[in-house]
């Protein structure tokens, strides 16, 4: 979890989620690299998890938001996201904050006995290159 969570480089960042009322961590999000290559230097992933107790409550957009936020400070130009075909949650959050599905990878997760597809999510932040 340490190299998912930490980076050396200052732009990919991770963020606890703390509740206000009981100081309680209830998630994570963060920017991570898209890809290991100078040419994607511009285009982040984001994710963004969140305790069961503490969905549909409008937490997820407020987090994108803030994500965003701190994507356009670091200079970013694109963002991913990859979501599990069956987590409709999470496509309909992305979805509803202007990601738009690019992709559709089958087969190629396995997770609770199940075999799952991969949708990637992209949201362009900017205009400019």
Known sequence: MKEILYSRDSRFNSFAI?????????????????????AFNRCGEVV?????????KGIGKLVLDYLEDEARK????TLIASISSDN???IRLFESKGYFRCAHFK??????????????????LDGSL
Request: aromatic share 18%.
């Open 18 to 38: 703390i509740d206000d009322d009981t100081e309680e961590i209830i998630g994570y999000c963060m920017i991570t690299k898209f890809k290991n290559r100078e």
């Open 48 to 56: 963004v998890y969140l305790d069961e107790r503490y969905l549909s």
């Open 74 to 77: 670091q200079d970013f130009h």
């Open 88 to 90: 409709e949650r999470s």
């Open 107 to 124: 087969e190629v997760g396995y997770k609770f006995d199940k075999v799952l597809d991969l949708y990637y999510y992209e949201k362009i």
